[in-house]
């Protein structure tokens, strides 16, 4: 009878210590993956920040008007414009 109560109490003891190691393996694998999702969330809020800028800087006038000049493109003016005019009087 008293080895079967050392054998519960080896045994709870055991299942303990096998519970408290792989809780503390499981909080490693959690915090080793919260820093590798932290580290990909600023390699994406770098990289958000490089497209923004490369928005902003073609949004640049100055820019644009070069690309134009590059590709030949002349600037409108009035004389490039055909006005029509529609007569809106009906006929009876």
């Not at 590059?70 to 490039?80: E, F, G, P, S």
């Amino acid at each position: 009878m008293a080895a079967i109560k050392y054998f519960i109490i080896v045994l709870s003891l055991s299942l303990f210590a096998v519970m408290n190691v792989w809780q503390n393996i499981e909080v490693m694998k959690i915090k080793l993956n919260y820093k590798k999702l932290t580290k990909t969330e600023g390699d994406i809020i770098k990289k958000n920040d490089r497209l923004r800028y490369e928005i902003e800087k073609y949004k640049r006038i100055s820019l644009i008007e070069n690309n134009a000049e590059a590709l030949n493109i002349k600037r409108i003016n009035k004389d490039d414009f055909i006005v029509l005019i529609k007569n809106n009087e009906s006929k009876q």
